[in-house]
């Protein structure tokens, strides 16, 4: 069994590239009292909106000793999910890229579970705990530490590899690794990003306000579209990529061969009129297993009704 921290981190970032991941970055699992301190502060100002969810477990999203007592390492990885094609009508309503797959909570944990096997197989066992989205994690923040990219004026991860287009995974684990160094910031001037979002959601470099945020008024609001957003959703019913698509680091951007992210069939080639009439049987057998079930039907009819 390999047990140096160095020669381990060397064998588990071959790995990780050998299942297909873009990159993978290893940090110490301690505390991120920065982070804590500005996610404290938004809090406090309100600007998660409704998601309450956000207050939960405060501890937990920066304390990783929290989820994995004994926890001494974080692994990053990332998978670019740029498309190789889009929406093929031009007028049609408008969803996020990252939805145009199949759901990639799954298809990811399923290639970081083999990532542990082979860690177990070669470092023996650990404690250790798989997370893609879908738990009290800042992702962004521990991919930044371990050398991934850095957080753009987007608020988004940017990779100089991969742009900003990507899926973050996370193995947390008792095992002693070597950390990676934090990326520096290649933002420099540039404030693309915070000129072309159409709500100003973006009130500062990366101070994100979700109450105009199109993505979580299109994804998360429970409620009705506010008047204030009304009139500036650009088309979009499902997320929002605009801060993204105007990012320099996203010119050259390659498409997606990560196993398993090929668009939803049909998804690409609904028609204007098709979306206009999506009845819930349509929406239940096109979406199922899709990002897009996690709005429901009625909110996608809501988003279609105030797209503009």
């Given at each position: 069994?390999?047990?140096?921290?160095?020669?381990?981190?060397?064998?588990?970032?071959?790995?990780?590239?050998?299942?297909?991941?873009?990159?993978?970055?290893?940090?110490?699992?301690?505390?991120?009292?920065?982070e804590?301190?500005?996610?404290d502060?938004?809090?406090?100002?309100?600007?998660?909106?409704?998601?309450?969810?956000?207050?939960?477990?405060?501890?937990?999203?920066?304390?990783?000793?929290?989820?994995?007592?004994g926890?001494?390492?974080?692994?990053?990885?990332?998978?670019?999910?740029?498309?190789?094609?889009?929406?093929?009508?031009?007028?049609?309503?408008?969803?996020?890229?990252?939805?145009?797959?199949?759901?990639?909570?799954?298809?990811?944990?399923?290639?970081?579970?083999?990532?542990?096997?082979?860690?177990?197989?070669?470092?023996?066992?650990?404690?250790?705990?798989?997370?893609?989205?879908?738990?009290?994690?800042?992702?962004?923040?521990?991919?930044?530490r371990?050398?991934?990219?850095?957080?753009?004026?987007?608020?988004?991860?940017?990779?100089?590899?991969?742009?900003?287009?990507?899926?973050?995974?996370?193995?947390?684990?008792?095992?002693?690794?070597?950390?990676?160094?934090?990326?520096?910031?290649?933002?420099?001037?540039?404030?693309?990003?915070?000129?072309?979002?159409?709500?100003?959601?973006?009130?500062?470099?990366?101070?994100?306000?979700?109450?105009?945020?199109?993505?979580?008024?299109?994804?998360e609001?429970?409620?009705?579209i506010?008047?204030?957003?009304?009139?500036?959703?650009?088309?979009?019913?499902?997320?929002?990529?605009?801060?993204?698509?105007?990012?320099?680091?996203?010119?050259?951007?390659?498409?997606?061969?990560?196993?398993?992210?090929?668009?939803?069939?049909?998804?690409?080639?609904?028609?204007?009129?098709?979306?206009?009439?999506?009845?819930?049987?349509t929406?239940?057998?096109?979406?199922?297993?899709?990002?897009l079930?996690r709005?429901?039907?009625?909110?996608?009819?809501?988003?279609?009704?105030?797209?503009?």
């Amino acid at each position: 069994m390999e047990t140096d921290p160095k020669r381990c981190s060397i064998l588990i970032r071959e790995e990780a590239f050998r299942l297909g991941f873009d990159d993978c970055g290893i940090s110490a699992a301690g505390k991120l009292d920065r982070e804590k301190a500005f996610l404290d502060r938004w809090l406090k100002e309100g600007r998660h909106a409704e998601m309450s969810y956000m207050e939960r477990n405060r501890d937990k999203r920066t304390d990783p000793q929290k989820l994995v007592p004994g926890a001494r390492s974080v692994i990053s990885v990332l998978v670019n999910y740029y498309p190789s094609r889009f929406q093929e009508d031009p007028s049609a309503p408008v969803i996020s890229k990252y939805a145009y797959y199949p759901d990639y909570h799954r298809i990811i944990k399923n290639r970081l579970h083999l990532l542990l096997d082979y860690i177990e197989q070669h470092m023996g066992r650990v404690k250790s705990r798989i997370f893609v989205d879908s738990a009290p994690v800042l992702e962004r923040a521990w991919a930044a530490r371990s050398g991934l990219g850095w957080i753009g004026k987007n608020t988004m991860l940017i990779s100089r590899k991969t742009g900003s287009f990507v899926f973050l995974g996370e193995i947390i684990c008792d095992l002693e690794l070597a950390p990676g160094k934090e990326m520096p910031d290649y933002c420099g001037e540039c404030t693309r990003c915070l000129d072309a979002c159409p709500t100003g959601a973006l009130l500062a470099p990366r101070v994100l306000d979700a109450g105009r945020c199109i993505s979580y008024h299109t994804i998360e609001n429970p409620g009705e579209i506010p008047e204030s957003m009304r009139g500036k959703m650009q088309n979009r019913i499902f997320g929002c990529d605009i801060c993204q698509d105007v990012c320099p680091w996203n010119r050259k951007v390659r498409p997606t061969s990560f196993p398993g992210l090929e668009p939803v069939p049909g998804l690409l080639e609904m028609t204007t009129d098709e979306w206009k009439a999506l009845d819930e049987t349509t929406y239940r057998s096109t979406f199922a297993g899709t990002s897009l079930e996690r709005t429901g039907y009625r909110g996608i009819i809501r988003n279609l009704k105030y797209r503009k």
